[in-house]
């Protein structure tokens, strides 16, 4: 949902000649990074190169080690811990948080581990502090997935404080976006956040200073050879960067937090309180810290396995009255074929995973619904619920 004010900042940022990062990325960068409590952020293209951005400046040297992270999840979460050569330990989630089991995060930690990849699955929002504990307690890092959320606080505390990098997403769909997508990389520690900037940027050395003045361009070397700073690559790069207008359009929206939040709970309230009508067939969304303010991404629910509801019919149905939803992103990612023979490890079973899998979904509370629209979503399932 957008407006006038993100059309007018995109076309004051367009009017200044530049595209690339420059003013609106560096406030917008400034602003997202007081969210979280972080010191440090970085503007990129999508939440799923900000984990991967993530993972490589905090684990990218410790090949072969054992990350622990939840099985039920989203691609992009793993994704990067395999191709940077480190070993998913996947442990199960409780079933109404959607959330890791913090007891089996602590049981399934060794000695092989270097990390813990926590995702704030449907912005639902982990014990951000006994996470931390465990990782100060075997000297681990912490990297938080936020990409579902922004602006959860936690004991009245950013979730940031706590990780030692925090990423989001503006994806078009998500709480804030940045003209359909973008994301951010946040950290703790400025050589972090320097490092992933050349990452970020192609690997090329010139990202630390951006500066045209001849006397900084031309004082590399290369062996012998006198260079060009810009065309000096000094880490394996990417080229991940956002544009200046995406966070024009990102400032206005990042203004509007607020104002999308209160709709945002007061729809899922509204959701909650009709879906808790049926308690013999739903399991109804349960926050995973009691003191904690979570941006719910959407609405989640998950068909008990002894009602009589049929999750694909009751979608189908609620598709056919054009109301979209959605299954709970990958379930047990495991049981996706690019992950069927990957290294990796399982720390007890993944029962309530698998059961997310088959019987969850998920439908919209954002803020572009009215109250009429989620009327019209109460009056389908009531309908629909008639029938079986």
Request: proline letters at 3%.
């Amino acid at each position: 949902m957008f407006g006038e004010r993100e059309i007018a900042s995109v076309l004051e940022c367009l009017n200044n000649d530049w595209l690339g990062i420059g003013r609106y990325t560096k406030t917008f960068e400034k602003q997202v990074a007081e969210i979280f409590g972080q010191n440090f952020a970085l503007f990129v293209n999508s939440g799923s190169s900000a984990n991967l951005l993530a993972i490589r400046a905090l684990l990218g040297k410790v090949r072969g080690g054992k990350v622990i992270t939840p099985a039920c999840t989203f691609a992009t979460t793993v994704n990067p811990l395999i191709e940077s050569g480190l070993i998913p330990v996947f442990v199960d989630v409780e079933p109404d948080t959607y959330n890791v089991d913090l007891n089996l995060v602590e049981g399934a930690i060794d000695s092989d581990t270097v990390g813990l990849m926590i995702p704030h699955l449907i912005g639902n929002l982990n014990d951000m502090a006994e996470l931390r504990r465990m990782a100060d307690d075997h000297n681990l890092v912490l990297i938080e997935d936020s990409c579902d959320s922004i602006g959860g606080t936690i004991r009245g505390e950013p979730t940031g404080k706590y990780a030692d990098a925090s990423t989001t997403s503006f994806y078009a769909s998500h709480i804030i976006t940045a003209m359909g997508g973008g994301g951010m990389v946040m950290f703790k520690n400025k050589a972090d956040a320097d490092f992933t900037q050349i990452v970020r940027d192609w690997g090329r050395a010139s990202a630390e200073y951006y500066d045209e003045h001849p006397d900084i361009r031309f004082n590399f070397f290369l062996n012998d050879i006198q260079y060009d700073g810009k065309f000096v690559f000094r880490e394996l790069g990417f080229n991940f960067k956002a544009l200046d207008p995406q966070a024009a359009f990102g400032l206005v929206q990042l203004s509007r937090l607020s104002e999308f939040d209160q709709i945002r709970k007061r729809n899922f309230k509204v959701l909650y309180d009709f879906f808790a009508g049926f308690p013999e067939h739903f399991v109804l969304p349960r926050q995973a810290v009691t003191k904690s303010d979570v941006r719910w991404l959407a609405f989640p629910f998950t068909i008990r396995e002894d009602s009589s509801i049929k999750r694909t019919e009751l979608m189908l149905y609620m598709e056919g009255k054009n109301i979209q939803t959605r299954v709970l992103f990958a379930g047990n990612i495991l049981r996706h074929p690019p992950y069927k023979n990957i290294n990796h490890r399982v720390y007890g079973d993944l029962v309530n995973s698998d059961m997310i899998m088959a019987q969850g979904l998920l439908i919209g509370c954002h803020h572009g619904l009215r109250q009429e629209h989620l009327g019209y979503v109460m009056d389908v399932v009531t309908d629909y619920l008639r029938k079986v």
